[in-house]
């Protein structure tokens, strides 16, 4: 059964779709199933991808890698996201930006996400980190 907020993925246009309502047992796209894109939360390969959150004073910084993330043409994170109490906020990033977003948000209990055109979703850890 299809949960709120889950990703899929069209392996034949790209196409990234996500759950807001209702209880689909399965997408399609392009006359094919379309693919769970799980989050991961452990970096593997030699990018980093995991989003790192800090509560500041200027609300919550999310960035993704302490070596930043390529933003290039074909291989950028597409967005950030961070849910918390019920509420989703998402900047949707472009190439040639920095890997990074700036919420007007003041709680450490926010699961911060980030999608990378490549290599897929990412999850941070629990709790944001006061800096
Ligand atoms: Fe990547």
Known sequence: ??????IYWCPVC????????GR?????CCGLPMIR??????DRGKEEHVPIVERTVAGTTVR??????PMDILHYVA???????GKCYREFLK???RPLALFDVWSQDVVARAYCSVHGL????????FV
Do not use: Y
């Open 122 to 129: 990412w999850v941070g850890p629990a709790k944001a980190a």
């Open 14 to 21: 790209e196409t990234v779709a996500e759950i807001l309502h």
């Open 95 to 97: 190439p040639g930006q």
């Open 37 to 42: 894109v799980d989050e991961k939360a452990a």
């Open 24 to 28: 689909s047992l399965e997408l399609a």
């Open 64 to 69: 993704v890698g302490d070596t930043p993330h």
């Open 1 to 6: 059964m299809a949960q709120k907020l889950r």
């Open 79 to 85: 967005w950030i996201e961070i849910v918390l109490e």
